[in-house]
Antibody, heavy 114, light 112 residues
Framework: QVQLVQSGTEVKEPGASVKISCKAS????????LHWVRQAPGQGLEWVAR????????IYAQKFQGRVSVTRDTSISTAYMELTRLTSDDTAVYYC???????WGQGTLVTVSS | DIVMTQTPLSLSVTPGQPASISCKSS???????????LHWYLQKPGQPPQLLIF???NRFSGVPDRFSGSGSGTDFTLTISRLESEDVGVYFC?????????FGGGTKVEIK
């Protein structure tokens, strides 16, 4: 069955960086866009970035330009999202969303606190 | 960016009764290939969202037939024909016509 399994909870200090992974299984990873979406506490959903694993082409939300980088390792069907220069506003659950926006990862809580 | 406006904010429904949620987009979601990529998800407490309806009206695998989607262009509706206790949670619409993907604000459905 299709699964997107993300890495675990992260606690970071302001100014630090975080890198989250999303491992896909049960479908052809390279042929489907993989999105990253976040949900701050009590807030709605916000799109962060997209990668096309076959080519590695990425596109980022304007507000994260310069701070976010999405990469992939096709040999292990895994995508990564790195967010730098973290602030408390980046505290959120980060999800990967794949296979024609049908499946979500379980989410990774990132807490930014001093 | 396409703005998705979802109403109502919350619903309290008696089990067995119907429920309906509206989602309006700021521009047409009809694509040149004839598809309309408007989707509905349910997020239960402490869980990631799960797909209910894709491309306006297609039930995802395993989704009960009491869930249905309709609409076109800019106006879309999710209908639950007979609410069951397991249906509580936050429902939201999302388009995937282009990036950025954008989302409705969510409708919290509770049992009355």
């Amino acid at each position: 069955q299709v699964q997107l399994v993300q890495s675990g909870t992260e606690v970071k200090e302001p100014g630090a960086s975080v890198k989250i992974s999303c491992k896909a299984s049960g479908y052809t990873f390279i042929d489907n866009y993989l999105h990253w979406v976040r949900q701050a506490p009590g807030q709605g959903l916000e799109w962060v970035a997209r990668i096309y694993p076959k080519s590695g082409d990425t596109i980022y939300a304007q507000k994260f330009q310069g701070r976010v980088s999405v990469t992939r390792d096709t040999s292990i069907s895994t995508a990564y999202m790195e967010l730098t220069r973290l602030t408390s506003d980046d505290t959120a659950v980060y999800y990967c969303l794949g296979r024609a926006v049908q499946y979500w990862g379980q989410g990774t809580l990132v807490t930014v606190s001093s | 960016d396409i703005v998705m406006t979802q109403t109502p904010l919350s619903l309290s429904v008696t089990p067995g009764q119907p429920a309906s949620i509206s989602c309006k987009s700021s521009q047409s979601l009809l694509q040149s290939d004839g598809k309309t990529n408007l989707h509905w998800y349910l997020q239960k407490p402490g869980q990631p969202p799960q797909l209910l309806i894709f491309a306006v009206s297609n039930r995802f695998s395993g989704v009960p037939d009491r869930f249905s989607g309709s609409g076109s262009g800019t106006d879309f509706t999710l209908t639950i024909s007979r609410l069951e206790s397991e249906d509580v949670g936050v429902y939201f619409c999302m388009h995937s016509k282009q990036v950025p993907l954008t989302f409705g604000g969510g409708t919290k459905v509770e049992i009355k």
